[in-house]
């Protein structure tokens, strides 16, 4: 500073640091407030019993999806209830767990939030999440086995219900009847065997053209690993034996489902081996494929010029299929906010109220007493291929083991199929390495 | 403070207290100023850092209670055969990445240093990649390099040779992504050199052609040189880049097939968001730190040898 300094100045500048201390003072109350009113979405206190305010939905919905649950939530704000529901879109439900792990971390989680039917062992843990078992056992006409058993078993972690459902899917084979006619291979049927499926792909497969009979996710991701598992209990096989102690794939219906991927893949080179970029769907869609084992999901994603079917999967031993529940999880942000969640939970899961979501999105039903509802009708209406899907939830009477070890046994089985698919690893060999793995895995303590 | 300040100081303490003292010197005005920034930072810089330090020190699944275990992350990690496995990979990326981005930039660096019609055009389009996000690079190499329908495998059948499997064959995969990193962070480095190589002063080059200097002998003995700082910042700055490489695998590979692209981040974001353990993961995280810093460290020594600054 080029100026002299005179006391007057030196006055001026106590003066200006002053007001600028202030100014800081202020600025750092301000973000302090701005932060906790992000953590307190409105808490405002009224005096009737049970609280009243709004509590918060995160889910990762998109489009269609989207659309129809914030109506939902509308249609319930609508009827004034005490508590009403904020629908808070929290990016793509693959990022749901760690997004919650974190909000948790950070003190602000929502009070209910979608999230994978995997997560759910692990976030079980948690004493934050609530256990919503005992709000049912308050609650009578909260039908629990109502839900698919496959939904039920994904709620639930160590015999205490930790979700409800909020989606249910399986897999079941659709196929491009185009490709079939011009192979002229017949249509698949529910009486399918393993040896008709295989036959089928390697008769779709042209490798001129680059055609494919079947696609299969090679990433070693869950995505690998759960359509082995059908494979695995179509050959009446086990993940694990009943107490989850030990690997149970390393037998002979193990060694069946994997020499079956083995086969096709690697020997009848019939299967698009799909990096897990989603590829297989653009590909079906151009007609290079002619099968996917695949679920409701995928169904808005087929193009409308192709004609397509729906059919169970075939059957080793049993016509097994395995699905993928999904559940909306609560947590413990004050017994009121409990309550005023857990009052629109029961709205939403219950028949007419999922049914009508199930209506606006396609998504399966999630109870079985919807398909005895009169709306059941529309729902088929407009989703012809659904019948096959909701069919289908009968042959889904396993689930994935709903234990904390789950997303490393995941990885090393993950590793095994992918290691089959690319031949790099035979069968025999990769069961072997897989369920010394998951018996290390299990051996451990947590 | 300087001398005149301080005379100002004690001219001003006679009349005032300490406190006025304090509040009117420069340093608490600076602090004053930086202070909302250090506020930002200390709260969502320092703070997790801190944070992390703890966790690594900790068995921590981010749900349950944590427990102290002191170092027994860091002892588990002298054991883990995957984490020396992700270990070798990154450094077999690093290898690869750094020395062909920095060559492959100097020399189309040089070629962009000219006056010739369309240089812009040029330049714009070898810059064009970085620019361009990571998800959209990923996706146009999946296609290009798709084993079945990749333009690439197309070419290399026409010209006789077998189709290759890339992202798909645990041998392929990790060369892939380095070629994927290498097009994608080119043109970065292209505009650091051009701008080096714009400020080597022109009467240098004159001088050296004056002398009698081949194009060569000037580029070799007088652009070279001056290049020096430029080089040592792009090494170290790619360097840590390729050390923490995540996106790319990410987006692509998923650290397949048979775990071939697993690089330690890629390492680490698996133990704390897949199989959550989250101590485990941020020791991870401090061991990469060590041995980025000791990287650093080292290049800059070495640096400090080789390279001319100019004064």
């Known amino acids: 500073m080029k100026l002299a300094r005179t006391p007057e100045r030196i006055r001026v500048r106590g003066a200006a640091t002053l007001v600028l201390l202030a100014a800081t003072v202020a600025l750092v109350l301000l973000a302090a407030l701005l932060a906790a009113c992000g953590s307190s979405t409105s808490t405002s206190t009224s005096a009737s019993p049970g609280g009243s305010g709004t509590v918060t939905l995160w889910h990762g919905d998109v489009d269609v999806e989207r659309a129809a649950l914030e109506s939902m939530a509308a249609q319930y704000n609508g009827t004034n209830p005490p508590w009403k529901v904020q629908t808070v879109f929290s990016g793509n439900s693959d990022y749901a767990l760690q997004k919650l792990l974190t909000a948790m971390a950070g003190g602000k989680a929502p009070d209910m939030m979608y999230q994978y039917g995997s997560s759910l062992p692990n976030l079980a843990r948690s004493p934050k999440i609530v256990t919503i078992g005992d709000l049912i056992a308050k609650t009578p006409s909260y039908d629990w086995n109502d839900f698919y058993p496959a939904a039920r078993l994904a709620c639930t972690v160590n015999g205490k219900i930790k979700a409800v459902p909020s989606l249910i899917d399986n897999l079941c084979l659709v196929y491009n009847k185009k490709l079939f006619d011009q192979a002229g291979v017949s249509y698949p049927t529910a009486q399918w065997t393993w040896a008709d499926f295989r036959a089928a792909a390697k008769k779709l497969t042209n490798a001129s053209v680059k055609q494919y009979g079947w696609a299969y996710v090679a990433d070693g991701s869950e995505d690998s690993v759960w359509r082995y598992l059908a494979t695995l209990w179509q050959a009446n096989g086990d993940l694990l034996n009943a107490d989850n102690t030990k690997a149970a794939f390393d037998s002979p219906a193990g060694l069946a489902s994997m020499t079956l991927l083995h086969d096709m893949a690697v020997v009848d080179k019939s299967v698009y081996l799909d990096t897990g970029n989603g590829n297989y769907m653009n590909l079906f869609n151009n007609g290079k494929i002619a099968m996917l084992w695949t679920g409701p999901w995928d169904m808005s994603t087929i193009n409308k010029d192709v004609q397509y079917d729906v059919e169970i999967l075939p059957a080793d031993v049993v016509h097994a299929s395995i699905a993928g529940p999904d559940s909306w999880i609560m947590v413990d942000n004050g017994a009121d906010r409990v309550q005023g969640a857990w009052s629109f939970l029961q709205w939403f899961t219950s028949a007419k109220g999922h049914l009508e979501y199930a209506i606006k999105t396609g998504n399966l039903p999630i109870r079985e007493s919807e398909t005895k509802l009169p709306e059941y009708k529309q729902y088929l209406a407009k989703y012809p291929y659904a019948k096959v899907f909701v069919d289908n939830l009968n042959n889904v009477t396993k689930a994935r083991p709903n234990i904390p070890q789950y997303p490393k046994i995941s990885i090393a089985l993950g590793q095994a199929v992918q290691g089959v698919l690319l031949g790099k690893l035979q069968p025999q060999q990769a069961l072997d390495q897989a369920s010394q793995q998951v018996d290390a895995i299990l051996s451990a303590p947590m | ?311």
């Open chain 2, 1 to 311: 403070m300087s001398a005149r300040d301080a005379a100002v100081a004690t001219q001003r303490g006679r009349r005032a207290g300490r406190w006025d003292r304090v509040l009117a010197s420069e340093s608490t005005t600076g602090w004053l100023f930086v202070s909302p920034a250090v506020i930002v930072i200390g709260l969502f810089g320092v703070a997790p850092i801190i944070w992390s330090v703890v966790l690594s020190f900790q068995s921590n699944d981010l749900v349950t209670p944590a427990t102290w275990i002191g170092l027994a992350n860091y002892k588990a990690l002298l054991h883990d055969p995957m984490f020396a496995a992700s270990v070798r990979r990154t450094i077999l990326y690093t290898v690869l990445f750094v020395p062909v981005v920095t060559v492959g930039a100097l020399g189309l660096a040089v070629a962009l240093n000219r006056r010739l019609r369309g240089m812009r055009f040029y330049r714009t389009a070898v810059f064009a990649p970085v620019v361009t996000s990571t998800v959209a690079t990923a996706i146009m190499f999946n296609w290009l390099l798709d084993p079945d329908f990749g333009i690439v495998n197309a070419l290399l059948v026409k010209l006789g040779f077998s189709a290759q499997g890339f992202f798909q064959s645990p041998s392929q995969a990790l060369y892939c992504i380095v070629v994927m990193t290498v097009w994608g962070w080119l043109g970065f480095a292209v505009i650091i050199f051009l701008a080096a190589l714009q400020g080597v002063p022109q009467e240098l080059m004159e001088a050296a052609a004056i002398d009698g200097a081949t194009r060569w002998r000037a580029f070799r003995r007088v652009q070279l040189p001056m290049l020096g700082p430029a080089t040592l910042f792009l090494v170290i700055w790619l360097s840590i880049n390729a050390l923490q490489l995540f996106d790319e695998i990410y987006v692509t590979t998923r650290g397949g097939p048979l775990s071939a692209t697993t690089v330690v981040v890629y390492y680490l974001y698996q133990q704390a968001f897949q199989v959550f353990q989250a101590g485990y993961a941020t020791a991870i995280a401090y061991v990469l730190f060590l041995g980025i810093l000791l990287l650093t460290v080292v290049q800059l020594l070495i640096g400090r040898r080789f390279v001319h600054y100019r004064s």
